[in-house]
């Protein structure tokens, strides 16, 4: 047998990957220290058949094209953040990824798009917008990390899907390898295409299992002149509700932010170890953080204010405090985002990630928090979410960590979604985690389209084998 | 054999459905009288099989399934007023019809979502949303007749897609009937989730051929409390696209609409059959309809001004006309959507919705224009579109009619479009009509994955048979 380069395996597979890659894009044996199958991990090195490197779309045509041919799973690393167990390998799955394919290929500032390489980290394209003033709104803690690969693959969300939408919303086109190496290209800088089936739908948000994004154009906007932010103390939960009616409407289209905040959380957010001070009293139920994002800061600014007086004056809020200055904002929002302060409160930290109706949110809060208080092993539950969304995070502390125990504190989370209409995943996805609760969100005959799906469109279950569905 | 109450046809799938149905929900031979193929051929009757009228999602999985087994080709008919030939039916297909199932089952106000049944007509929805302050945005000429299932399977556009989205972006949830009777129903009133695939994306725009909607859940949004209009006159095409930047940048999230039409467009649109008058001179190349959605009258018409003030001044625009009376409005808005003047002034009318990258517009109709007014056949040319979503509307005058002429307009208007990354079809869809020009928007790879999913999800082709896909 001939022995490439010291490596440690030499299969025919292997062997014909570096035929396509060449030698240095094919990481085995000891190749593979220095990588790792997810941030909380780095410590251990990736458990994988191999790491393979493209550069083009035509190579990742050519390594689907032969592992289809010989039946080898292939799994997708990107930023390696998510938080549902993908990117966890055994050594005999091929390890996909595309970080070297990170062009910012065009900003067109006429037609407002991005046209974008899957290896492109988020942050960058924040970056490079700056000089164009345009925005991609596109915004959650993983921008340093997360690829453009893996944030359309999970339809990823965050901070401004209220008023821009989730990634699905900002994709106008999409480069996609099929399992069996057939490229599907329509990198169109168009919004309104309504010739034959949007084939793009299927690949945003199935988490790699029906093809690989390798390139994507996405729709931006002006960035905005005005930025205008609130956190604000409300006493109960209808009206938060009726908060949320009352500025969107008097913000009209300006709205871009209404993060709910549970006492306790809130609490936690802005006492050691956190470094930021609470900049309205505790003892409210509930606190909001607001933003809006306009076109003129002087008026916009008049204009908030006098809303917030409005909604005192009416009693829907007990108090507010507005942001005057770039580093009360700063202030501000980093007591929303910086969710470590939470994890570090934790002895064993678990995290949730649940969407339900906006009325649904108040009782289902109060119920779960005291279901999973009675658990021994609980001792915290932090809530908090993009309420305007009607989407929920918890952050639990458990004294200890077993799977019993965990699947018992989801089964407490995920046991009245199904009544209440709700979902097991608003944002993170099902991956392999998530597996078991798929049928709390979707029905058996959902289930059975998607297992359809897979089977036309990757008839090997090649692509991220065993993620969200198992398919015989 | 049995006859029953005189119907032309009693095969044993006829008697089925009356087994199914009742006899009175059946529609045959005589009964076909009054029904016909689409709102333009009203004198004459539908030639079908049968026309089936259930009222329940049951009813149409039993009407499903068993068409199905017999291999019976069903055709979905709404409010037809599609304009790709879909509703035009032969003698061998039944023909479906919800207009039965048009409840509005739910007003949610606090999750802001509308449940509707898949018959219910756009304008109900309007009309029942006046009563609780809430807008669902769609809107577009045919409001009085398209119904929920027509738009949902078109992907309806309109007037306030640039804000507001697609129909695609309103649907939350959906309630869909495959062609083998399977009821895929996930009507869940969330705006996030990620839990598995997205489904209702393939039905969303698949025109009729992979499923029958048949409920649908809606997002709202909060009436606007302010409606800002003007007309304005622009020099060139480029100064077009900096006004566009200039007042979405200026009006921040309110922005809600940036209609373009073209100099002989305006003036046909406001001169005799037109019974409107122009609110601007003529002579200018460009005529810009723009509406800001707001939160506050006042304050919002300010701004509006402003903005407008300095626009001029930095000789982005010639001139621009402020509505500021509810009649204003009307009359600036009728100019827009009175499409039927031109209509009125075509000897044979033809109609194109097309979709380029924005700076392309210009080169674009200008010199389509100039090809088509080359044709002898073809003595006027009316360009208008949204210009803010790349999407251009011509509306042709013809002095003959044939499939010949039709087709070489057709090449004129399509030719380009494949090398500019453009569409077809906007959004009115492929039908029949438009089949033979899908690979000008789509690729060969792209057409054969359409055609696997239509295999998967529809083996014996019942559903729309014929429509945007010719599977063998």
Known sequence: MVNFNNLSDTSPLIEDLIKILGADKVLQGEKLTGRYEH??????????????????????????????????????????????GSTVTSKHELVLSLEKMNTIIEVDKSSRTITVEAGVILESIHEELKNHDLLFPLNFGAKGSAQVGGFISTNAGGLRVFRYGMTRELVLGLEVVLADGTILSSLKKIIKDNSGYDLKQLFIGSEGTLGVVTKAVFKLVEAPRSRNSAWIAVNDFQQVIDLLKFLDAGLAGTLSGFELVWSETFEALTSSPATVKAPLAY???????????????MKDQQQFEALLAEALEKKLIDDAAIAYTESDLQWFWQIREDVRVLIAQCT??????????????????????????????????????????????????????????????????????????GSVSAEHG?????????????????????RLLKKSLDPNGILNRGRILDVS
Not at 430 to 450: N, P, Q
Request: charged residues 20%.
């Open 39 to 84: 941030i909380w991990t780095m410590s251990k090195s990736l458990d994988a058949l191999a790491v393979v490197l493209p550069e083009t779309t035509q190579e990742v045509s050519s390594i689907l094209s032969l592992c289809n041919q010989h039946n080898q799973p292939v799994t997708m690393h990107g930023g390696l953040t998510g938080l549902v």
């Open 283 to 297: 003892g409210s139920p509930y606190y909001v953080l607001i933003e809006s994002l306009g076109g003129d800061q």
């Open 348 to 421: 064993h930290n678990q995290q949730y990630d649940v969407s339900i109706s906006i009325p649904e949110i108040g009782n289902y809060v109060k119920e779960t928090r005291e279901q999973l208080m009675a658990i021994p092993e609980v001792d915290k539950v932090f809530a908090l979410g993009h309420l305007a969304d009607g989407n929920i995070h918890f952050s639990l502390s458990k004294t200890r960590e077993d799977d019993a125990l965990k699947h018992r504190v989801n089964q407490v989370i995920y046991a009245s979604l199904k009544d209440l209409g």
């Open 430 to 450: 099902i991956g392999i985690d998530k597996k078991r609760y798929l049928s709390i969100s979707r029905t058996e005959e959902e289930i059975e389209v998607m």
